[in-house]
């Protein structure tokens, strides 16, 4: 339950670095309590808390801001990523002198982050920022008057046209050969199928896993799903992750004869801007009135389908780098795209599940890009008669109490319609 420490804390005159620190804190206690029968839980419990606990022993050699780079082209490259994705309120208040205040909050904790007090050491990296969204655009310019080494990318907002993906294919081999130079590297074709079965292996091992604890709230909560999948964006070693995430799935499988009823609570699905560790208000407090957030879709989701590595693995290595390349831009729901079909597709694809009651659709104040999505989306769940609520809100804990309100009249809705579909089917 998000408690009034929390608020009190979110709202008070309050030293950063301890705020900070009892916010993931405080987030990773709370999942841990919530499952005490999932030994396996722990590995990735543990993978957030030392990120996010020991950054100031860290050296990144190549940091990538947001989910939208197909990493294999860069472990090729002889680096493991070090992902800042934003997530924390308490980090934006290090960016507070950086950027305006109504700012996006995403961006924000990104940009506060890299100027932690006692954080990592960030001297010698290369940043990758892919420009998403205007925001994105001012951190790269304000690290460049630090001093900072950057590689911009730009996402060809036309999704669908063939001269966005040749675009798109020309940025990732000069990216490769901006961080093969920044490690000293040589980009072999070896090296890019050994990076890429890495990956895939990540990806199927994420797919069966979501699969498995799709409905399954009784067992694993979405805080805790959220927290394995973004666990992978905190690891050093992905096949270790990996290795872990296979151990998981087997115990998961050992409890399916013990689980509830699927379908006791309503299920919804979660869609617009990302649920981004610490800061889980929004599952926590979907989670205590009662519903299931049986799919979770935002710019990290359809990764997980980049998995097809025969296809990929064919030919040379600048071919294997093409297909890489178009792939994760052909399955990316970046925000900066002026339709994102990808998007679309893959929530088509959840509805056919048939167990999604009604839609969440999350939006953080500052990022209208996400807004500019929903009347089309708003149509598609139209047709299948699948209400949606547009849930405004930021990092701060203040609104809590408020939202809670509006969105228990909404799961008491969604409660009312399954009463009529009942009452029609006698």
């Known amino acids: 339950m998000l408690n009034t ?7 008070g005159p ?7 620190t009892e916010e993931f804190m405080e987030t990773l206690h709370r999942i841990r309590q919530d499952h005490p029968q999932l030994s396996s839980l722990g590995y990735f419990l543990d993978t957030a808390e030392q990120w996010f606990g020991w950054a100031s022993e860290a050296r990144p050699e190549v940091v990538v801001l947001g989910p939208d780079l197909p990493e294999e082209l860069i472990l090729a490259a002889g680096a493991v990523p070090y992902w800042l994705l934003g997530g924390s309120l308490f980090s934006t208040s290090w960016s507070d002198d950086l950027v305006p205040r109504d700012t996006d909050p995403v961006s924000r904790s990104i ?5 932690r007090p006692g954080g990592p050491d960030f001297s010698e990296s290369l940043f990758l920022i892919p420009l998403s969204c205007d925001s994105m655009r001012k951190i790269a ?15 060809p907002p036309e999704q669908n046209r063939r001269e966005s993906i ?6 990732m081999f000069r990216m490769m050969e901006a961080v093969a130079d920044h490690t000293n590297t040589r980009v072999t074709r070896r090296r890019l199928i050994d990076a890429r079965l890495t990956v895939s292996r990540a990806r199927k091992l994420l797919s069966v896993f979501l699969d498995l604890a799709r409905g399954r709230e009784d067992l694993l909560t979405f805080a805790a799903r959220q927290l394995v999948r973004t666990s992978y964006y905190y690891t050093e070693d992905p096949e270790e992750w990996s290795d872990h995430l296979e151990i998981l799935c087997q115990e998961l499988k050992s409890h399916t004869a013990r689980l509830y ?3 006791r609570r309503p299920g919804i699905l979660l869609a617009g801007s990302p649920v981004l560790f610490p800061n889980y208000k929004i599952p926590f407090l979907l989670q205590e009135i009662g519903l299931d957030i049986r799919e979770c879709v935002d710019p990290a989701a359809l990764k997980q389908y980049g998995t097809n590595t025969g296809r990929i693995l064919q030919g040379g290595r600048d071919r294997m780098i093409r297909a890489i390349a178009a792939e994760r831009y052909r399955y990316n729901a970046s925000s900066s795209f002026v339709s994102n079909d990808a998007m679309y597709r893959y929530i088509i694809g959840s509805l056919m599940h048939g ?24 149509s598609l769940f139209s047709d299948y008669g ?19 309100i509006r969105m228990e009249a909404f799961a008491e809705m969604l409660e009312q319609n399954r009463y009529q579909e009942v009452k029609q089917a006698q």
């Open 261 to 263: 009823p699927r379908f």
């Open 386 to 404: 699948i209400p949606v609520f547009r849930l405004e809100t930021d990092y701060q804990y203040q609104d809590v109490e408020q939202l809670r």
């Open 111 to 115: 940009l506060g982050y890299i100027h």
């Open 166 to 171: 040749l675009q798109w294919q020309k940025q």
């Open 14 to 20: 309050v030293r950063p670095a301890a705020a900070y």
């Open 141 to 155: 310019y304000q690290l460049k008057q630090e001093g900072k080494k950057l590689f911009l990318v730009d996402i």
């Open 5 to 11: 420490k929390q608020i009190r804390m979110a709202s």
């Open 355 to 378: 167990d999604i009651e009604g839609v969440v659709y999350h939006v953080l104040k500052g990022q209208i890009e996400y807004d500019f999505e929903l009347e089309r989306l708003e």
